[in-house]
């Protein structure tokens, strides 16, 4: 279940995934960091089974110049 706007936690803004797949419950937090004024960083952790958290994947957004 998506768990709608996220909320801030500290200057982080985080949001909570709850979904099943292939009968393992399966958690997701992405928590996202502004790096610069024109750049972030978003980060995903995934667990199954209630397992801790583990990092999953990252992604780093920055603005361009389009001209």
Do not use: C
Not at 11 to 35: L, P
Request: charged residues 30%.
């Amino acid at each position: 279940m998506y768990n709608g706007l996220g909320n801030w936690e500290g200057s982080d803004w985080v949001f909570r995934h709850e979904y099943e797949e292939d009968k393992k419950k399966v958690k997701i937090k992405q928590v996202v960091t502004a790096t610069s004024p024109s750049s972030f960083v978003a980060r995903f952790y995934r667990s199954e089974n209630d397992a801790p958290m583990k990092l999953w994947w990252t992604v780093k957004h920055s603005k361009t110049e389009v001209h």
